[in-house]
């Protein structure tokens, strides 16, 4: 036994010998490196010997010893400095969980002396608990279950719908009055009428371009966004165009604390048992039931980051099957749920489009290319002047009948191949020259609505000038405008190259207020 401690004390003592080594020989470097007096020693030997510029040489190596000596002291202080300054954030940090973990178990404890509150309230109502005084059954025990329903679903309560405003849509729905649809009209003819109701019955005038684009945007996408300055009717546009069609629009006002789809579609009462309906859910519920046309305005939809509260619906719309439009309201079943919430599930209604309104300054927010690109844009900065009028009364559409006029228009009135060949050499340029590129989603969207755009009393060429411009060059201002200045020039007699000088006004004119901006 001695042999062994003996034999692993020598062992040992090989590996600490040489660490202890290494310290030491560490700790007399730092010593020597620091040995001021040695240094004076050395220069007192030498410098009697010194003659003229070796006293320089002397003062040289001096200043560097000094140097090299300060910065070894700098570089330690800074050290100490950072971990103490690490040291006091982790304290910091480790003080702030303490102090979070003490909060949760206030929470804790105040949830558990409220639901002794409540479970006192209830008794003193003369109900057990898990029942609601709103309804007429009692919440069912552990373990009941529909035959005709999945283990896995949760089936409420019998008894008043958790959402009331849905449920009672339900039961007035067979009384709902038949509306009577002028499925008659061309697109053109729409607009004109439209353009007369608004001025006569509503004091609005519109520049019947306006119009044109308005209604054109509907084949393109389900959403369009009126921007421009303050007082233009940006607002009035479609709330007008809901009285023209008997079917008033629903205004939602969008405010700053929007921050996701509730603030939409409401949200389930956990407490109450209750869904909060909004008047948008209320709507896209009542459209499933009729054929007619529904507008919702998003009123200063960028007072609110837009890719928040809608982010759910831009991707849903942007589904290629209509099928596919669902959005979950609910996670469970409940048996008194209304008819068109097939397990928790809302179908979005392919017969309503969305409009928003934007007002750009200091009080919004910018909006992204997520939004611009799956939207029409159409700039109202010009009050319209005042024109004769006559009488006009409102005239309600069908929405398959306008879908069916906007399928029409795109046989009738197919892009030409020979613009779809100047788009693509009009791409390759821009791609070219600007690092940008149309994408298919634009060539799709463009498809869709120039058609329509000449059905509605329009042309081609401006049809695809507009576009151009609102999808396209809107992207330059996200560019370095000092870098691309002088390719806008070259740019614009590219335009007037493949299109003419005549055309692609609007595209022209953007791009020329664009380099004024520089």
């Known amino acids: 036994m001695d042999l062994y401690v003996k034999f692993l004390y020598d062992f040992m003592s090989q590996i600490f010998s040489g660490i202890s080594q290494i310290a030491l020989g560490v700790y007399n470097g730092i010593v020597e490196i620091f040995n001021i007096p040695k240094y004076i020693a050395v220069v007192k030997d030498y410098s009697g010997d010194f003659k003229g510029g070796q006293w320089v040489v002397l003062a040289l190596a001096v200043l560097t010893v000094a140097i090299v000596l300060g910065l070894v002291v700098l570089l330690v202080v800074l050290l100490l400095k950072k971990y103490i300054r690490v040291r006091k954030t982790l304290v910091e940090q480790e003080t702030l969980l303490e102090e979070l973990a003490g909060l949760n178990r206030e929470v804790f404890k105040l949830t558990q002396e ?304 020979e613009n779809l060949e100047k788009l693509e050499e009009l791409d390759n340029y821009v791609i070219e020259h600007f690092r940008l590129a149309f994408g298919n989603r634009i060539v799709k969207q463009l498809k869709d609505f120039v058609p329509a755009y000449v059905a509605a009393g329009g042309t081609e060429i401006d049809g695809i000038d507009y576009i151009l411009a609102k999808k396209i060059l809107r992207k330059f201002e996200q560019l370095n405008l000092s870098f691309i200045r002088n390719e806008i020039d070259g740019f614009v007699k590219y335009i007037d190259k493949l299109y003419g000088k005549e055309n692609m006004n609007e595209s022209k004119e953007y791009l020329l207020r664009l380099k004024k901006q520089m």
């Open 114 to 417: 409220k639901e002794k509150i409540l479970a006192m309230k209830i008794s003193q109502l003369g109900l057990k608990p898990g029942e609601d005084p709103t309804m007429e059954g009692e919440m069912p025990g552990e373990g009941e279950k529909s035959d005709d329903i999945k283990e896995s679903d949760e089936i409420g309560p019998k008894g008043k719908s958790r959402f009331f405003k849905l449920t009672q849509i339900d039961n007035e729905s067979e009384n709902y009055p038949k509306i009577e649809t002028n499925d008659t009209l061309s697109l053109s003819d729409i607009c004109e009428t439209f353009r007369m109701f608004a001025a006569h019955k509503m004091g609005l005038y519109y520049n019947i371009k306006v119009i044109r684009l308005f209604l054109a945007s509907f084949s393109a996408t389900r959403l369009v966004i009126l921007q421009g300055i303050s007082g233009t009717g940006k607002t009035s546009l479609p709330y007008a165009f809901g009285k023209f069609l008997k079917n008033d629009a629903t205004i939602a006002s969008v405010q700053p604390s929007w921050r996701d789809r509730t603030e939409l579609f409401g949200y389930f009462n956990e407490f109450t048992k209750k869904f909060n309906e909004t008047e948008v859910l209320k709507k896209m519920y009542e459209s499933a039931y009729r054929d007619q046309i529904y507008l919702t305005i998003l009123d200063e939809m960028n007072i609110a980051r837009v890719e928040y509260y809608f982010a759910e619906m831009l991707s849903i719309l942007e589904m290629p099957s209509r099928d596919e439009w669902i959005i979950e309201l609910v996670p469970n079943i409940w048996e008194n749920d209304p008819k068109l919430i097939p397990e928790g599930k809302l179908k979005i209604p392919d017969n309503m489009w969305y409009i928003g309104t934007i007002n750009n300054d200091d009080s919004t927010f910018m909006v992204t290319d997520k939004v611009y690109d799956r939207a029409i844009p159409i700039d109202i900065n010009d009050k319209g002047e005042p024109f004769d009028t006559t009488p006009t009364d409102e005239t309600p559409l069908s929405s398959k009948y306008l879908e069916s006029l906007f399928d029409k228009a795109k046989e009738d009135f197919v892009v030409s191949e």
